[in-house]
């Protein structure tokens, strides 16, 4: 079982820019979520999805969106980089039926902004 | 004020000490808690969930829940060094859906 998997693992961007980030949910799994967490600090929620709609968003602006495909796989998309968005930013998913809130990690994608 | 507090540490302890990790939170509408791993570059490893106040144990991790008090612990017992890592307590509320309010985390070292 691969678990979740995420990509890329690194990647540098400049101030302005955009990037895609891809998630693969573990086998099983249909709801993906994202979150972001910032050097020393613990995970924060950006968005939740499931049958391919945003369910749920935490306090993050409209420069981060999402998409999910039908595969149950997704990406999160965020554009006019800023400094502060360098982080590590972790996909996370869950299992048909499981219980609320047991959640799966992926290894995340660290992302440096210049 | 955070909804979740935690230590960030660093903790530094002898190989075979008890250790004991602390969370509280500020939002009684929290009904499930969770304790995660996160090892340097990885992403958090679910070690134990909870949603009642009282104790579980596994092997030697005890998770503790103290609603009345706000407050939840997790215990580990003969620390062992590959259980240097990063401890985060996490809480979610009914319906929440994937939505889990993460504390900072806790740095842990146990050295020989």
């Known amino acids: 079982d691969a678990g979740v998997t995420q990509s890329p693992t690194h990647l540098i961007k400049t101030r302005g820019q955009q990037v895609t980030l891809r998630c693969s949910p573990k086998s099983g799994h249909d709801t993906v979520s994202w979150y972001q967490q910032a050097l020393g600090q613990g995970p924060q929620f950006i968005f939740q999805y499931y049958e391919e709609e945003e369910r749920q968003r935490g306090n993050f602006p409209d420069r981060f969106s999402g998409h999910q495909y039908p595969n149950y796989s997704s990406e999160l998309n965020v554009n006019a980089l800023l400094l502060g968005d360098s982080a590590l930013y972790l996909c996370?998913?869950?299992?048909?039926?499981?219980?609320?809130?047991?959640?799966?990690f992926g290894a995340g994608s660290r992302l440096t902004v210049l | 004020q955070k909804e979740v507090e935690q230590d960030p540490g660093p903790l530094s302890v002898p190989e075979g000490a008890i250790v004991s990790l602390n969370c509280t939170y500020s939002?009684?509408?929290?009904?499930?808690f969770m304790w995660y791993r996160q090892y340097s570059r990885k992403g958090p490893e679910l070690l134990m969930y909870t949603y009642s106040s009282g104790n579980k144990e596994d092997g030697r991790f005890t998770a503790q829940v103290d609603k009345s008090s706000k407050y939840i612990s997790l215990f580990i017992r003969d620390s062992q060094p590959s259980d240097s890592a990063t401890y985060l307590c996490?809480?979610?509320?009914?319906?929440?859906?994937?939505?889990?309010?993460f504390g900072t985390g806790t740095q842990l070292k146990v050295e020989l």
């Open positions: 939002n009684s509408a929290f009904q499930y």
């Open positions: 996370a998913s869950r299992a048909r039926g499981a219980g609320a809130n047991v959640l799966t």
């Open positions: 996490a809480m979610g509320v009914t319906g929440g859906g994937n939505k889990l309010t």
